[in-house]
């Protein structure tokens, strides 16, 4: 496995987190919040002039974030700059703003690839426990709206200690119910507001046993079906891949170092106030400032950028934490926006999802991640 | 422009679709998106230096001429890869034959 990955003259996508503006309260965002981050909007003007550099460095997709992105009055003429400039786009937004004639616009542009909308529950109680009052019904309208005009919808649910015993209904009401093809699952990270840390935002260990239970038996009947990039599904399948490589005693292959996450050597992110940054898990880390600094220079050679990509070179020996861990040769050390946000630097593996850390949480209780659960 | 696949022979000055976007990405390949359909073509050097050329003013035998700057053995077999090409550029959409009179 070469130490290097391919890197494109300039990136295939860009997230856009085109307004710090949110109508929400979730308890886990990620998103505000988060220390030495200007919130700060970029004007109509600024994020046109984006999109045509964008264009001339040939990206091909862009993601409409926020905070909220139906908030902006202007989003229309920002989505017709998208188009103007030859670029096809998504959008993640919480639904509530996401009206049938929105929909039917938005379809109209030809040009969507798909709405994320995020649900976290089946019933108005379970969903609004952390994203506050009101926002459920909304939601469901939102994926409904979405589904009329045929544009492909994403359902994110965001596991926490709230729904894990609600996640076989809200799958039966995703796929079963609404006719989703499928939905994808992750879980709250450490980044942004500061008051998760009070209240029932993080499973404990136990509980995230209980939801990779959860998932992995819902998983096996609608194979194919539940996404997961991150949260507990992924670490399951991921932890098992790692145990199933160690009795097997062939490692995964290229593991053993910090390869988390070959992001970015793919796309890019602006923050809301027109900052470069390698990802939305990076908030903080300013690559340079979109209209001043050329994308393409930033890319290819803004020091920090160029770090990040080296990172995974770093073998996981080097860390006093992972050595004679059974399963180091099949690590990959896992999200370098984790890690900052946890240990304050890139440059390690991310503690959460460290598989033997995990293992030795469930001892306390007299559990194992290969106990049979069936 | 016009997109008649058929009557595309040596002799046609064809331009490209300015909606699609060419993502050369290295030196060795390149993408040709359509942002309207969301489709991926991927063309070799060859076929990107072919497409640069693709103005609406020169013929394709001239294209074919002009290869032998950049490559080198470019034969008369070239000519009949390049309408193949051509051809199947012309089924996407992706270019079409300039007609000044249009």
Not at chain 1, 304 to 322: G, H
Not at chain 2, 72 to 96: F, Y
Request: hydrophobic content about 40%.
């Amino acid at each position: 496995m070469p130490d290097q990955t391919y890197l494109m003259r300039t990136p295939r996508s860009v997230d856009l987190e085109i307004t710090s503006g949110c109508n929400a309260s979730c308890r886990y965002c990620y998103y505000l919040n988060n220390q030495g981050v200007t919130y700060k909007d970029l004007s109509t003007e600024r994020w046109l002039e984006v999109f045509a550099e964008l264009s001339a460095c040939q990206v091909m997709n862009v993601s409409l974030l926020g905070g909220e992105p139906l908030l902006r009055k202007d989003l229309f003429r920002l989505i017709d700059g998208i188009v103007a400039n030859r670029m096809r786009f998504d959008l993640m937004s919480n639904g509530s703003l996401l009206s049938s004639a929105f929909a039917e616009r938005l379809a109209a542009t030809g040009r969507c690839d798909q709405v994320q909308i995020s649900l976290d529950g089946s019933s108005a109680e379970i969903h609004e426990t952390l994203r506050g009052k009101g926002t459920f019904a909304p939601a469901v309208k939102a994926i409904e709206n979405l589904q009329k005009v045929g544009l492909p919808v994403t359902v994110r649910v965001t596991v926490h200690p709230g729904n894990i015993d609600d996640l076989a209904a809200i799958t039966a009401l995703l796929l079963d119910e609404m006719g989703l093809p499928s939905f994808s699952t992750n879980e709250a990270s450490a980044l942004g507001s500061l008051d998760k840390y009070d209240g029932p935002t993080f499973m404990t260990p136990v509980q995230r046993l209980q939801a990779m239970h959860n998932l992995a038996d819902l998983d096996a009947c609608y194979p194919g079906r539940i996404e997961a990039n991150a949260g507990p599904l992924a670490d399951w399948k991921m932890f098992h891949a790692m145990e199933e490589a160690r009795r097997g005693g062939l490692p995964i292959p290229g593991r053993g170092r910090l390869v988390g996450c070959g992001c970015h050597s793919q796309r890019l992110a602006i923050r809301a106030d027109g900052a470069y940054i390698p990802c939305v898990m990076l908030p903080q880390m300013v690559l340079g400032q979109a209209g001043l600094d050329s994308l393409t220079e930033v890319w290819q050679g803004a020091p920090a950028l160029v770090a990040l990509r080296e990172r995974r070179k770093i073998a996981l020996t080097s860390f006093p934490e992972c050595l004679d861990c059974p399963w180091l040769a099949s690590c990959t050390g896992n999200c370098p926006g984790g890690a900052f946000t946890l240990t304050e630097t890139v440059d390690r593996p991310c503690p959460s999802a460290c598989l033997r850390k995990f293992q030795a949480e469930l001892a306390v209780h007299g559990l194992s991640l290969w106990d049979e659960h069936r | 422009m016009t997109e008649t696949t058929s009557i595309i022979d040596l002799n046609s000055r064809l331009a490209v679709n300015p909606n699609l976007v060419l993502r050369e990405e290295d030196d060795d390949c390149a993408l040709l998106f359509d942002p309207d359909r969301g489709s991926v073509q991927i063309l070799n050097r060859s076929a990107v230096e072919i497409w640069k050329r693709l103005d609406g003013k020169r013929s394709l035998a001239e294209i074919v001429l002009s290869l032998n700057e950049t490559f080198t053995g470019v034969d008369e077999a070239a000519q009949e890869q390049v309408l193949q090409l051509m051809r199947s550029l012309s089924e996407l959409g992706a270019i079409g034959v300039w007609d000044e009179n249009a």
